[in-house]
């Protein structure tokens, strides 16, 4: 019985929903308008451009050679930047709102090439453009926001379809549910893994490994771009700060989701599931009135006892 606990605990999506169970108990007892419905929607709508950057985080990571993008913040806040300047130039939200996913696979399109095909560390890579996409949004804006949205364009990230957040229905669940069919059921997403677990034996293989992480970093900015454009209907405003902080929560989702930081391992499920826990923390805490100071430490460290934790059943099982 002992063994069969311990092998349940070791896999990663089954730890992630006791520790989802656990949080929710917790928070509940911290705050008692945790539970509520208005609650649960602000979660929902809150954590959607998380559980998007996220999943194309998890992607560049599985893809292993020490991928990683540090520049998804920054690609939401110009992607966003564009988009404002699109729609006050008089085009029309939508036609401006399907162009700014396309600026959003452009500009992940120049991690791509800078750190698949020129070979940059993605450390490195991804850090410069971090910088120079940050740089641009606040330089083309002068730091003053956006506005002048339709009203109609609120309702994808404030309206309802079937009583659920639309960004959730509209946007975040078909994005996860094609990234899913790919990674489970294509040949792409064999070759990610491939590539992820050793990237010599997948070149002998005939895969194309720069192709494939080349791919990856588009994919994460056109998640990005997705990213924008529900914030900028959230906000009804296209901020040049609005992708801040948006980096290090993609790692901590995917790192949480059991995506191994090497590569190779780990499943998107994990990641949607840790982006449903760590909102929830962020907005149980803000419901208790907790500084954001301590958040951000009650964060650090569940991120860094549940992985401790996982990895020890882990260990037990070999």
């Given at each position: 019985m002992k063994n069969k606990i311990i092998k349940i605990l070791s896999n990663r999506v089954f730890f992630l929903l006791i520790l989802l169970v656990v949080v929710m108990i917790v928070m509940s007892i911290i705050s008692p308008y945790f539970l509520n419905v208005n609650s649960l929607i602000t979660m929902a709508r809150f954590g959607a451009v998380l559980a998007l950057v996220g999943l194309g985080q998890s992607l560049v990571i599985l893809a292993g050679g020490a991928g990683i993008d540090l520049s998804v913040g920054s690609m939401i806040s110009l992607a966003g930047v564009m988009f404002g300047f699109m729609v006050n130039a008089g085009m029309n939200v939508w036609l401006a709102a399907a162009l700014t996913v396309l600026v959003g696979g452009i500009l992940g399109s120049v991690n791509g090439i800078t750190v698949a095909l020129w070979g940059l560390p993605p450390l490195i890579g991804t850090l410069g453009t971090m910088y120079a996409y940050g740089a641009l949004a606040l330089v083309m804006t002068n730091g003053v926001p956006l506005s002048g949205f339709p009203e109609s364009f609120s309702f994808l990230a404030n309206g309802k379809v079937f009583g659920l957040p639309s960004q959730i229905i509209l946007v975040v669940l078909p994005a996860f549910l094609i990234?899913?069919?790919?990674?489970?059921?294509?040949?792409?997403?064999?070759?990610?893994?491939?590539?992820?677990?050793?990237?010599?034996?997948?070149?002998?293989?005939?895969?194309?490994?720069?192709?494939?992480?080349?791919?990856?970093?588009?994919i994460s900015g056109i998640l990005a771009g997705l990213g924008a454009i529900i914030m900028s209907s959230w906000l009804m405003a296209a901020r040049p700060d609005t992708g801040s902080g948006m980096?290090?929560?993609?790692?901590?989702?995917?790192?949480?989701?059991?995506?191994?930081?090497?590569?190779?391992?780990?499943?998107?499920?994990?990641?949607?599931?840790?982006?449903?826990?760590?909102?929830?923390?962020?907005?149980?805490?803000?419901?208790?009135?907790?500084?954001?100071?301590?958040?951000?430490?009650?964060?650090?460290?569940?991120?860094?006892?549940?992985?401790?934790?996982?990895?020890v059943f882990v260990s037990k099982t070999k």
């Open positions: 990234l899913f069919f790919i990674m489970q059921k294509t040949n792409f997403g064999r070759w990610i893994y491939l590539v992820g677990v050793n990237e010599n034996a997948a070149q002998f293989s005939g895969i194309q490994v720069k192709r494939v992480r080349f791919v990856l970093y588009v980096d290090m929560r993609s790692i901590t989702v995917a790192v949480l989701g059991g995506i191994d930081i090497y590569g190779g391992v780990g499943n998107l499920v994990g990641t949607i599931l840790a982006v449903i826990i760590v909102t929830m923390i962020a907005t149980g805490l803000q419901l208790a009135n907790i500084n954001t100071i301590w958040q951000l430490a009650v964060l650090g460290v569940i991120l860094l006892g549940a992985v401790s934790l996982n990895q």
